[in-house]
């Protein structure tokens, strides 16, 4: 399987193409990375260096890959941070690109927007071209609960409110649908829940909250839920191996008191969780 995945860069840490290809590419995932920015290090830490890349470079790049005459190999197209409003639109460009070499080809939007606590941290215009250009090309968008409520225009603290907010979403376009994060008024406080939907069935799986916040959690489960539901075919099972995988990764990171993601250490979380955790639906 080959995955074109354009996203931001950092030399130290776990974000963006930073978190999502060492994973994909230990699941047996072949990644052709292209980068939208190439920093220091993610923008939480208290300063970072680098620059964020042009829409042409971006283009430039696909271009370069296409003319190896292999996009017709590709099967999905991944994006997640865009760095600038005309990123977006060289990435919608790709997008176009690579299904009319592959129409079986699958795109993945990570709409890299905000987080509930941080509200939206990306540049002016980027959220209204993700909700307007990007949410209406992707067969599948993998929101966290604040990006979802964003591109559904509508809480999804409820279970009820959860379930308009996916319609609300499907109804733009994208048929699978994944929430990397989910606190609503069922969840316990010492656990969190991820949910999938796929127009047809809506799964929810709960894991206990770990004490800390890793960089890059959702890029990278949002990685492996696209390589596991575009080879398997099923969102619920896609769902499981990720967020059991991903689990696997935190848990080991908060046993050692650190907030970079230990990918490399625990690798063996990618190919066989120590844990299972079951999906149940909603």
């Known amino acids: 399987m080959n995955i074109l995945s354009i996203q931001s860069h950092v030399a130290y840490g776990h974000v963006g193409n930073s978190a999502a290809v060492f994973p994909l590419q230990r699941i047996g995932v072949e990644v052709w990375p292209v980068n939208t920015v190439q920093l220091s290090n993610h923008t ?92 209406p090309l992707a067969d599948v968008v993998t929101p966290n609960q604040f990006e979802l409520e964003y591109l559904a225009g509508r809480s999804a603290g409820t279970a009820a409110g959860l379930a308009a907010a996916l319609e609300a979403v499907h109804a733009c376009g994208p048929r699978v649908i994944f929430v990397t994060s989910l606190a609503t008024e069922e969840t316990p406080g010492d656990c969190i829940d991820l949910a999938v939907s796929d127009g047809t069935d809506r799964c929810r799986l709960r894991t206990p909250r770990l004490p800390m916040v890793a960089g890059g959690a959702g890029d990278a489960v949002a990685a492996l839920f696209f390589a596991h539901y575009l080879q398997l075919g099923s969102a619920a099972e896609a769902l499981a191996l990720a967020a059991s995988s991903m689990f696997g990764v935190l848990e080991r990171t908060a046993e050692a008191g650190l907030s970079e993601m230990l990918l490399v250490e625990a690798q063996e979380e990618f190919v066989a969780p120590s844990r299972r955790f079951n999906v149940h639906r909603i």
């Open 44 to 135: 939480g830490y208290d300063g970072w260096r680098g620059d964020v890349f042009s829409g042409e470079a971006i283009r430039l790049v696909v271009q370069g890959i296409d003319e190896r005459g292999v996009l017709g190999e590709c099967d999905g197209v991944l994006s997640g941070y865009l760095g600038a409003p005309d990123v977006g639109e060289a990435v919608a460009d790709a997008v176009v690109r690579v299904k009319s070499a592959n129409p079986a080809a699958r795109y993945c939007c990570d709409p890299v927007i905000g987080d509930v606590g941080r509200g939206v941290f990306v540049r002016a215009g980027i959220p209204e071209l993700i909700k307007e250009r990007m949410v």
